[in-house]
């Protein structure tokens, strides 16, 4: 079974770029914005191919 990344979700190259921005924020306000982000850019990359 192939195991789930953030790259299943988040698809664009800068969303990924966000992603890994967020990622090094460990404060809880860091923590927040990180699932805010998320969340939004999976709703907003659910219908979008993801480029190899």
Known sequence: MK???V???VKTS???DQYNSL???KSIFGKL???WFLFF???RD???S???
Request: charged share 35%.
């Open 7 to 9: 790259e299943d979700f």
């Open 23 to 25: 990622k090094k924020n």
């Open 46 to 48: 659910l219908f979008v």
């Open 14 to 16: 800068c969303g990924i």
């Open 33 to 35: 914005r990180l699932s």
């Open 50 to 52: 993801k480029k190899n």
């Open 41 to 43: 850019a999976t709703i």
């Open 3 to 5: 195991k789930l990344s």
